[in-house]
């Protein structure tokens, strides 16, 4: 009988003490459906960083995001043909043509020959000697 | 050890070839700049008789050959010792065997501006030691003009480096650097204006 009555005296304060260190479990709130805005921003960042990486022309690309119209193929296509009609038009003067093509591959020619011949000798009286 | 002699001799033929192939032009650019020199003393000395047969005129000095590779002027720098015939134009043939005029512009001393272009290994190894204020001279047409030289500067060679000219000027050309293995990538211009002529 004492028992009992400890028993139950004994479950009234754990059940005060348990009871402050439970709380109530609440739920989280479920996620809200994105808004449509939302959907927008995130999927034009994401082209964004694909775009600066594949991007070559920058000034193509900065004048295109600038609104300014500029033709196609700006860019190396137009400068290799810049350079090549300047190349044309050496061998003859006209205003703001580049120098003539003085350029001589003999001495490098000369040099070759000597190295080859100097390492052909070499090679072929070291063979001999041995 | 069959293989190592033939390299070897396969090394020293071929560059015994391209020994007398560098050799060979070089000895044909000089063998073309005495011929140039020859067939440019022999149209002064027709010059000088026509002067003496009072049939020189404006026509006759202006009748200067412009057939690539024809004598059309000559050139001294007296700074470097160089006394060159310049042939008319600027190709491979033509540079080899002395400085080339650059067809189209205007010939040293008239109005305009002369470009006279040569080969840095050769003509114009030195030109590079020729400061501003040195004197250079040109001889064309029975026009014998002095110039000074006002500027040197070196550009990359695809920049425009050639310019109209309302007065006469001189324009000197060539490969820079001078010493250079390879196709060197810039271009050494020399610009001089007329001190006095005759």
Known sequence: MVRTLFLSAALMFVANAVGAQI?????PPKPLAPSPLAVATADSARRDSVAQAT???????VDSAAGVSV????GAVDTALTKDSSRAVATTFSNGSVAPATASNLPTLAVVGVLMLAIGAGLVTTRSRS | MLVRGGVGYALF?????????????????????????????????RSVVAFARHAASADARASVPTVTGAPVARLLIPRLGLDEIVLEGVDDDVLNAGPGHLP??????????????????????????????????TESAARRARWVVISTHVIDADAPALFRTREATLTLTTCWPIRYFGSAPNRLI???????SS
């Open chain 1, 23 to 27: 709380t109530t479990y609440i739920a």
């Open chain 1, 55 to 61: 991007v070559t022309n920058m000034k193509a690309w």
């Open chain 1, 71 to 74: 033709p196609e193929h700006v």
């Open chain 2, 13 to 45: 033929w071929i560059g015994g070839a391209t020994l007398t192939f560098t050799g060979g032009r070089y000895a044909t650019g000089a063998w073309r700049q005495q011929e140039a020199r020859l067939q440019w003393q022999e149209a002064e000395a």
């Open chain 2, 104 to 137: 189209g512009s205007a010939l040293p001393g008239e109005q305009g501006n002369a470009v006279i272009s040569a080969h840095r290994d050769r003509h114009f190894s030195r030109l590079s030691d020729l400061r501003v204020g040195d004197t250079v001279v």
């Open chain 2, 190 to 196: 020399l610009t001089a204006k007329p001190v006095a």
